[in-house]
């Protein structure tokens, strides 16, 4: 079965240090990946995604993620947090499973929230 | 930029009522998708639909329905809203031609029912 495990419900950074958010995947055939962004109380923010080429992939507001295909993990990362990153981020892949090729679909993890203390 | 818009950003209806929720996007994109929202169970896909006048069920559509009479507008209705349907719901739209289906999502509605 397809899937996406974000094992950490909660991340904590200091301002000015790396993040880390982790996201592992389960599907077949090649992944297409996403990371989005939820500030309280407001939809969803696209932040970037992965469809092919170089694993590292650079994304709005300084984020970037690294997709490993033999650890199939895609993990977001920032090289020096802020507050204001604070927020619950999702990590979701493309549905590849039958009858889904146009429908778009889209399998979430369960989010991290990620705290940033000044 | 894609705009996502949804009816209302806040709803508080009585258990038996019946309930519309509106979305619409200005991209003419063919996917559309709606979802709710519930702490530590992240996001579940209720229905979506991906042309005019077509919708599939997602992983949860027990208690509601949907519209699609219009390529920008896709409705979530709750036929009798009961509490365990109080939640944020969110509604997202993305275009197959585009290559690879990003997803653009609505600021939400949270939905309470008493």
């Known amino acids: 079965a397809q899937s996406v495990a974000q094992p950490e419900d909660q991340v904590n950074v200091a301002e000015g240090n790396p993040l880390t958010v982790k996201c592992t995947y389960s599907?077949?055939?090649?992944?297409?990946l996403f990371w989005y962004v939820q500030y309280p109380n407001r939809g969803l923010q696209f932040l970037l995604k992965?469809?092919?080429?170089?694993?590292l992939v650079k994304g709005s507001y300084g984020f970037e993620a690294e997709f490993n295909k033999s650890q199939t993990s895609f993990h977001l990362k920032k090289p020096s947090a802020l507050v204001s990153d604070s927020a619950l981020y999702f990590c979701?892949?493309?549905?590849?499973?039958?009858?889904?090729?146009?429908?778009?679909?889209?399998?979430f993890g369960q989010g991290t929230t990620l705290q940033v203390k000044p | 930029d894609v705009k996502v818009t949804q009816s209302s950003r806040y709803l508080v209806k009585r258990t038996g009522e019946k309930v519309f929720l509106e979305c619409v996007q200005d991209?003419?994109?063919?996917?559309m998708f709606w979802y709710r929202q519930d702490p530590g169970l992240g996001l579940r896909l209720i229905y979506f639909s991906y042309d005019v006048k077509m919708k599939e069920k997602g992983d949860i559509p027990e208690g509601y329905s949907v519209s699609r009479e219009k390529k920008e507008r896709f409705s979530l209705i709750l036929e009798s809203a009961s509490t365990n349907q109080t939640s944020m719901y969110l509604c997202?739209?993305?275009?197959?031609?585009?290559?690879?289906?990003?997803?653009?999502f609505g600021p939400g509605t949270r939905l309470l029912v008493l």
């Open positions: 992965y469809i092919t080429g170089d694993n």
């Open positions: 599907v077949s055939g090649n992944p297409y």
């Open positions: 979701a892949v493309r549905d590849m499973g039958p009858g889904s090729s146009n429908t778009g679909k889209l399998i």
């Open positions: 991209m003419d994109h063919e996917n």
């Open positions: 997202a739209s993305s275009s197959r031609l585009a290559g690879v289906e990003t997803q653009y």
